[in-house]
Structures are given as structure tokens and as C-alpha cells.
């Protein structure tokens, strides 16, 4: 854990800071709200409990954009991903899942997915390297009622599996009666990488699970798509989650604003990443992972304590006025990790900048 203290220092510098390589800019409270408010139409009226023509309208434009019969706006994707395997579960009579062991259901859900919703995770492949076919091909796929793929990955530093590869996994569990589920929590970052449309990728897949706030800037909010069988089970089941709230539209509206303002520039955001990232993988001091990027965000390594970087770090930002880096997300006593995401942000200075500010950085530690 980093120190309490740290952290709060490292917060309040980065509301003072003149620049930012992470993400899009944030706006106010205030700002946000009033915002949204412009967003609504003189017509448009609050949806009620999953219905109403603001709420389906979107979730019919974002089954459109990904090629799906249909679509569910929920509250979180914590509750949008194990819902979805639930259902592929009781479809195939089956009740184990074959995941990653980086997947987000194993690490930060509290193993949700066991306890609360009665499935069986089974972790594959290596924990560094995306799930590759060979890794399949070693199960015993008869207990197997679905595989989730996440793309990209984000605990190894938005790594993508080839589309070849891809193509194969899918096929596979296709092949032995396996639902296939897509973690696209970052989907919106992967067309540049396999030059195909959101729709073709998500083609791959039986659902499709997407998040509004991590790249498009929203509130909250997610949307499980597939076919209108398998969402029509999925409402049910959301009902019973307690994710079937009286009322979403800010974040419904936060979305379809975030959607129109920040999906069209992502390919920008994946190459600007691929250029950044292979440009400080020339440094010394830091290793970046992949190199090169494949998506709109990298991992920086250090050879350096956890606590000590967390204090660096801030106190960088207190003394540039220049957000440089997040506090390190993971590591130890003689290493830490830290992720890049590019957006808006990062996208307002030239890669030298950046490049300058880093090398600085690296030199005080």
C-alpha cells in the first residue's frame, strides 16, 4: 500500500497542475452537470427502470456499433461481465468459466464470480502473455460453459492477442459448445491495432460487455450486448442483482456525449501511444511494456520500491506543475508499475515534451 500521506500529496498537486499526460481533461462537478444539461433535448424525458426512449435509444445505438441483436445499459461492468457469464451458464448447463489470470473478475471483484454468482473460474495461460490458442487446446473443454477474452488486457499493459489468434480461440470454443465473452472494457482502443471495425471484432464473440467512463470520459455506466434472447435473460437477472435502477440518465447522457466527443479520436490516441511508448522504451531507467504499445495505453516498469516512486512521483508534479505519471499500481520493494492511459490530455503537447519531462524525472530517481 502506498502511504495515505503520499497519496493525498500527489492528489492535490495534480489539481494544481498546468499539464497532464493521463487521460482526458477532468471537468468540475459543476461543470460536468451543466454540460449534461445542455446534452438534453426538449423532448426527452428521464427513463424508468430500464425503460423509455433516452435509455433504449442508446443501448439500440450501441448494439448497432457492435454488430449486436441488443443491448442492456447497467450501472457497473462488475455486475455487467459475471451477469453475462451467468447466463451463458444456465444456456449450456455449465458452470465453469476459463479466464485469464490477469482478468479483472479474478483480482478486483472480491471472486464475485464464485460467491455471489456460483460459477467455477478456471485461470489459463500465462499471467504476462495474452491467452493463446495452445493454451485452449490444453482443457478439458466438456465443464467449460463460456471463455471471456479481455481486449486489450490491461494488467499487462493493453496487450492484444493477433487477429489470427483470435480467430482461432473463438473457433475453438465455438467448436466445443463454449459461449464466448468479450471483456471490452477498453474495446474502444482496439480497431486501430487489428484494422477492423468494433462490429467485426465483436462478431467474434456471443456478448460483449463495454464501459463508458475509463476511455470515453462518462460517470458510469456499461452496456452487455448480444442477442435479444440472451439480453432478455439478462434483465431478469439484473433485477434480481439489484442493477435494474429507477433512474440512469446522467449517466446514459454522460455516455452518448462521451461516445460522440472521444471514440472518433481513439485511433489518434493508439498511435500517439505507439509513437510515445517506443520512444521511452529508448530510455534508460524504464522498460515499457509492450513495446510497442498496441493499444492506447502502456505499462512503465522501474527498478525501484513502490513507496519510493509514489513519493517521487508526487513530489515531481508538486515541483513541474506536470502530471507525468499515476501513482505506481503495482510492485514491490524493488520494483513498481506504473499505467499510462493517452487521451485528450497527453494529446495537447508534442511527444518531445513528454519525452523531456520523463528524462528529468528519471533523473532524480
Request: aromatic share 8%; charged share 20%; with cysteine.
Amino acid at each position: 500500500m502506498i502511504d495515505p500521506s503520499i497519496q493525498q500529496r500527489y492528489q492535490s498537486a495534480c489539481q494544481q497542475a498546468s499539464y497532464n499526460l493521463l487521460r482526458h481533461p477532468q471537468a468540475t462537478m459543476a461543470e460536468q452537470l451543466n454540460q449534461l444539461a445542455k446534452e438534453v433535448a426538449e423532448d426527452e424525458q428521464r427513463d424508468v427502470y430500464g425503460s423509455g426512449q433516452l435509455i433504449e435509444d442508446f443501448e439500440y445505438q450501441i448494439a448497432e456499433l457492435l454488430g449486436k441483436e441488443a443491448a442492456l445499459f447497467l450501472p457497473t461492468g462488475t455486475l455487467a461481465q459475471p451477469l453475462a457469464l451467468k447466463v451463458h451458464s444456465l444456456q449450456t448447463g455449465k458452470t465453469d468459466v476459463a479466464l485469464h489470470p490477469s482478468s479483472h473478475l479474478l483480482l478486483h471483484e472480491q471472486m464475485g464470480i464464485e460467491h455471489l454468482w456460483g460459477l467455477n473460474p478456471q485461470a489459463i495461460g500465462d499471467p504476462q502473455q495474452p491467452i493463446k490458442p495452445a493454451d485452449l487446446k490444453a482443457l478439458n473443454a466438456e465443464p467449460l460453459g463460456a471463455l471471456l477474452i479481455e481486449l486489450p488486457m490491461r494488467e499487462i499493459g493493453g496487450q492484444l492477442p493477433a487477429w489470427d489468434s483470435l480467430k482461432e480461440q473463438s473457433q475453438w470454443a465455438r467448436e466445443n459448445g463454449i459461449r464466448r465473452h468479450l471483456d471490452g472494457a477498453r474495446l474502444w482502443q482496439t480497431p486501430d491495432f487489428y484494422q477492423r471495425g468494433l462490429d467485426e471484432i465483436s462478431a467474434l464473440f456471443d456478448s460483449v460487455y463495454v464501459s463508458f467512463y475509463k476511455d470515453l470520459g462518462g460517470i458510469s455506466g456499461a452496456v452487455l450486448a448480444a442477442d435479444t434472447k440472451f439480453i432478455q435473460q439478462a434483465k431478469i437477472w439484473a433485477r434480481r442483482a439489484g442493477g435494474n435502477l429507477i433512474s440512469l440518465y446522467p449517466e446514459i447522457l454522460a455516455a452518448r456525449r462521451g461516445l460522440r466527443e472521444n471514440l472518433p479520436m481513439m485511433p489518434d490516441a493508439v498511435r500517439y501511444a505507439h509513437a510515445l511508448g517506443s520512444a521511452l522504451a529508448e530510455l534508460k531507467g524504464v522498460e515499457v511494456t509492450p513495446d510497442p504499445p498496441q493499444a492506447a495505453m502502456f505499462h512503465l516498469t522501474f527498478a525501484i520500491s513502490r513507496q519510493r516512486l509514489a513519493d517521487k512521483i508526487s513530489l515531481y508534479v508538486q515541483e513541474q506543475g506536470v502530471v507525468i505519471l499515476p501513482l505506481p499500481r503495482s510492485g514491490d520493494s524493488h520494483r513498481a508499475v506504473c499505467e499510462v492511459t493517452i487521451g485528450r490530455n497527453a494529446m495537447t503537447q508534442p511527444q518531445s515534451f513528454w519525452l523531456r519531462h520523463m528524462k528529468q524525472f528519471i533523473a532524480t530517481l
